[in-house]
């Protein structure tokens, strides 16, 4: 039974900085990528930052390169979400993500919110 384990969220001020981590559980970690998405309400959910299974090779929206790094520890079978300099604009749900692309799988969380106050 896949399962994650999403914590971290909450109420930060602009400028300041959170934490999130998503421990996995039910599939083999290490053979799929991770990601973070978010999603605010009426809107489409937004890949935030993904790392790779091999190689740990990482990605960003523009909109949180430099303030965002994703992580993972395979031996804790976790994926983390270093998020500074938050911005009121932030202020989402946000989601853990594992995809295997042969076949094609997708697994989530079920969100942390995040709320930056200005």
């Known amino acids: 039974q896949v399962q994650f384990v999403e914590s971290g969220g909450g109420l930060v001020q602009s400028g300041g900085s959170l934490r999130l981590s998503c421990a996995a559980s039910g599939f083999t970690f290490s053979i799929y990528a991770m990601s973070w998405y978010r999603q605010v309400p009426e809107k489409e959910r937004e890949l935030v930052a993904t790392?790779?299974?091999?190689?740990?090779?990482?990605n960003y929206a523009d909109s949180v390169k430099g303030r965002f790094t994703i992580s993972r520890d395979s031996a804790k079978n976790t994926v983390y979400l270093q998020m500074n300099s938050l911005k009121p604009e932030d202020t989402a749900v946000y989601y853990c993500n594992a995809k295997r692309a042969y076949p094609r799988i997708d697994y989530w969380g079920q969100g942390t919110q995040v709320t930056v106050s200005s």
């Open positions: 790392i790779t299974s091999i190689g740990g090779i990482t």
